[in-house]
Antibody
């Protein structure tokens, strides 16, 4: 069974930074494409970005609102994915989910999320 | 970017009734080389993460009741709940994974009438 556990959320001031982590188990992590998806309070789902497996280039794709501010990375030895968030804005507030695709959709399995609040 | 448009925004259905949710993509999400539609449906209950229901537009995820079905191809898709149960109250999202950025529809809230 795939398990994804996010951590690192919290309260941060506008312009600040935060690093989220996603711990994965129950899958061959090195082969997995991993994504971050966020949800603002009371709103819908917004894909943030993804990192491909190293065997498929290890490249990252980002949504336009976060490109240049957020960076996704992975550590295949630790089965971990990270989201470095810089220059945070109030509109970045929300629950951040880690998700992975294992051959069905790109977002087959999801963690429970971690809350990020950007406020002065 | 592929824009995903869902309708309606919300619907109320009697217990045992049929719920139909529509999703339209701004361009085709059918990959010709494998004849697969890169379209998924998710269910999200309050306080929970989304749960994958349907992938490849019509393939039910393991463990999902057969009252849930997906149909459509190209740019027009439908999620049908054939006999609504109390536990189906949730928000439903369509999502394309044909190309990055992955994009979601705005969601449809399903309630009991």
């Amino acid at each position: 069974e795939v398990q994804l556990v996010e951590s690192g959320g919290g309260l941060v001031k506008p312009g600040g930074c935060l690093r989220l982590s996603c711990a994965a188990s129950g899958l061959t992590f090195s082969n997995a494409w991993m994504s971050w998806v966020r949800q603002a309070p009371g709103k819908g789902l917004e894909w943030v970005g993804r990192i491909k497996s190293k065997t498929e280039g290890g490249t990252m794709d980002y949504a336009a609102p976060v490109k240049g501010r957020f960076t996704i990375s992975r550590d295949d030895l630790k089965n971990m994915m990270y989201l470095q968030m810089n220059s945070l804005k109030t509109e970045d507030t929300g629950v951040y989910y880690c998700a992975t695709g294992t051959g069905r959709s790109d977002l087959d399995d999801w963690g429970r999320g971690t809350l990020v609040t950007v406020s002065s | 970017d592929i824009v995903m448009t869902q309708s309606p925004d919300s619907l109320s259905v009697s217990l045992g009734g049929r719920a139909t949710i529509n999703c339209k993509s701004g361009q085709s999400v059918l990959f010709n080389s494998n004849n697969k539609n890169y379209l998924a449906w998710y269910q999200q209950k309050p306080g929970q993460p989304p749960k994958l229901l349907i992938y490849w537009a019509s393939t039910r995820e393991s463990g999902v009741p057969d009252r849930f079905s997906g149909s459509g191809s190209g740019t027009d898709f439908t999620l049908t709940i054939s006999s609504l149960q109390a536990e189906d109250v949730a928000v439903y999202y369509c999502q394309q994974y044909y190309s990055a950025p992955l994009t979601f529809g705005g969601g449809t809230k399903v309630e009991i009438k």
